[in-house]
């Protein structure tokens, strides 16, 4: 028998996807359908040298958008199920999802803007030094960011009567130029 490492404990990642996998059986179990073999496959405890970063997206993904299209009723009797362990740890995992959804959509969201506003649509700026700038803006905090956000409101010559830089309500910084 040739030298493995069967010996060596699971990742992080590897028991996450693996628990994924099994709250994926469980919800189609309980909605009476049969799921690959390669789910059930990922979903046992003994293979997590099978569990790679696109097989771990893929039932990511899967289980997200099978949960995304239960009606709130069925939703209910499933993952709020009473003394089942299993639907608790779904309702545990689907919350926890959510939240990193709305995170994640909120910094795309965030970094778009970002993007978007500090370099205007003609603009010849690089993506690579667009991602430098971006790294320095974000670094910068909330008050270097909202002292940048007036210059280049300055810049776009949209600035009237804006918040000048120590807080001085009412300024009108219309004739500065940066």
């Known amino acids: ?43 046992d405890h003994r293979n997590y040298c099978r569990v790679t970063r696109e097989a771990g997206d893929r039932i990511v993904a899967s289980l997200c958008a099978l949960m995304t299209s239960l009606d709130p009723e069925t939703l209910d009797q499933i993952v709020y199920k009473t003394r089942s362990h299993a639907a608790r740890r779904l309702a545990d995992w689907w919350e926890e999802h959510q939240a990193a959804d709305r995170k994640r959509e909120a910094a795309e969201k965030k970094t778009d803007l970002d993007r978007g506003y500090l370099f205007p649509k003609d603009s010849d700026v690089t993506d690579h030094k ?32 804006v918040v000048g830089p120590a807080g001085y309500e009412g300024e009108d910084y219309s004739h500065a130029r940066i």
């Open 130 to 161: 667009k991602d430098e700038i971006l790294k320095w803006y974000k670094n910068l905090g909330e008050a270097g960011q909202s002292y940048v956000n007036m210059l280049l409101l300055i810049r776009d010559n949209q600035a009237k009567k």
């Open 1 to 43: 028998m040739p030298c493995n490492s069967d010996y060596m404990a699971p990742t992080g990642y590897e028991l996450q996807i693996v628990k994924v996998a099994g709250l994926f059986l469980y919800v189609n179990d309980q909605l009476g359908r049969t799921v690959h073999s390669e789910v059930k496959m990922l979903a």
